[in-house]
C-alpha cells in the first residue's frame, strides 16, 4: 500500500490510500497514526472509500505527525566525505552502533511546503534520507524480529543550519538548533511489500537523487547503507519503547547533502541555499519531495548579562 495525508475539498485533512493515479479518501477524522496505534493500517485498503481524488493536484501533508524522530548514522562514508571539513577522522565507535540523535516532531513539514533558513544562519544544507516508521509497540527489540516492527518507509529532508550546527557541537551536546528548524517527511507511506522486490544486501537497490534548481547535486543508493534498519531498531529500542509513529532516519546517503560537496571541493563548491532556491529529493518506488526555500526570522537577541 501507498498512503498519503491530503487536504480534503471538504475542509480536513484524511489519509488516502493511493490506487494507481487516484487517491481513496478514508473516513474523516481518522489520521495515520491513529490507524498504526489501533493496528488497523492494513485493514485501509477494504475500506470503502469516502470519496475519490485525483492524485494530481492534491495539497499533500506529511503522511503523520511523528511521536518521536532518532536520526541515525547509517552511511559510514557519508562521514568520511565530511571529515575534510569538519577536520577529523570518523570515530571507530561509528562502526561499533549506529549513532543517532533525536529530531524535533514539531517541526516536521510536508513534501511540498516551503522550508525557512534558521534565523541566524548563512549554511543551509539539506540531507537526502530514508525514514522507517515504526508500526508497533517494542523495547529491546531482537535484529531477527526488527523488520516487522515497520510499518512502512518514506523520504525524510532533514535541513541542516551548517553554521549552527557546528559552532554548538563544539561544545559537545549534539545537533540542537542546526537540526531544528524543519524536517521533512513524505510524500507517501510505502509498506514493505512494495519494495520486497528490490531487496540487497541490508536494505533495498533504489537509488536516491537531490537537486537544487534542477542540477543534479547527490546520487546514491539505498542499499550501501552499513548500519540498516534492522540493526537501528534493535539499538534504538535498548532500554526503551519505540511506539506506533516513531520514525527512525537512515542518516544521509553518500553525496546527499551540499556539507559533503564544500569538504571535498571548497575552492569549487556551489555554495548553500539561498532564499528562492528548489530543492527535490527522489528515492525510486518512494516518490518526491519538492520544496523551495525561503527567507527566515531575524534571530531574538540574548541577554548581555553573561
Given amino acids: 500500500m501507498r498512503l498519503v495525508t491530503y487536504a480534503s ?76 571539513a569538519a577536520d577529523s577522522p570518523v570515530d571507530e565507535r561509528n562502526h561499533q552502533f549506529p549513532a543517532f540523535y533525536f529530531s524535533n516532531p514539531a517541526a516536521v513539514v510536508g513534501p511540498y511546503d516551503d522550508v525557512a533558513i534558521p534565523p541566524g544562519s548563512e549554511q543551509f544544507d539539506y540531507e537526502l534520507e530514508i525514514a522507517a516508521v515504526i508500526g508497533r509497540t517494542g523495547s529491546n527489540i531482537p535484529l531477527d524480529e526488527a523488520e516487522s516492527h515497520i510499518a512502512g518507509y518514506m523520504l525524510l529532508g532533514d ?47 533504489l537509488g536516491m537523487t537531490g537537486y537544487v534548481n534542477g542540477e ?59 532564499h528562492g532556491d528548489e530543492v527535490r529529493l527522489v528515492v525510486e518506488r518512494l516518490g518526491e519531495i519538492r520544496q523551495r526555500v525561503v527567507a527566515g526570522a531575524k534571530p531574538q537577541p540574548l541577554s548581555s548579562g553573561y
Fill in 216 to 274: 543534479l547535486v547527490s546520487e546514491g543508493r539505498w542499499d550501501t547503507i552499513d548500519w540498516g534498519f534492522p540493526d537501528m531498531i534493535t539499538y534504538t529500542s535498548r532500554g526503551t519503547t519505540l511506539r506506533p509513529g516513531d520514525v527512525i532516519g537512515s542518516g544521509t546517503v553518500p553525496t546527499g547533502c551540499l556539507y559533503e560537496h564544500f569538504a571535498k571541493d571548497p575552492a569549487g563548491f556551489r555554495g548553500w541555499l539561498r
Fill in 159 to 205: 535541513w541542516s543550519a551548517r553554521d549552527l550546527q557546528i559552532n554548538e557541537m563544539e561544545l559537545g551536546l549534539g545537533p540542537a538548533k542546526g537540526k531544528d528548524g524543519a524536517t521533512t517527511l513524505g510524500p507517501m507511506l510505502v509498506t514493505p511489500d512494495e519494495i520486497e522486490p528490490y531487496r540487497s544486501r541490508n536494505a533495498f537497490d
Fill in 9 to 84: 475539498p471538504t475542509g480536513d485533512d484524511r489519509v488516502g490510500l493511493v490506487v494507481g493515479d487516484q487517491v481513496h479518501g478514508l473516513e474523516p477524522g481518522v489520521s495515520l497514526l491513529d490507524l498504526l496505534d489501533a493496528g488497523t493500517l492494513a485493514a485501509a485498503a477494504e475500506q470503502t472509500p469516502s470519496e475519490m481524488l485525483p492524485l494530481a493536484g492534491l495539497t499533500l501533508r506529511a503522511p503523520l505527525q511523528p511521536r518521536a524522530i532518532r536520526d541515525c548514522t547509517g552511511y559510514l562514508q557519508h562521514l568520511r566525505n565530511c571529515q575534510g
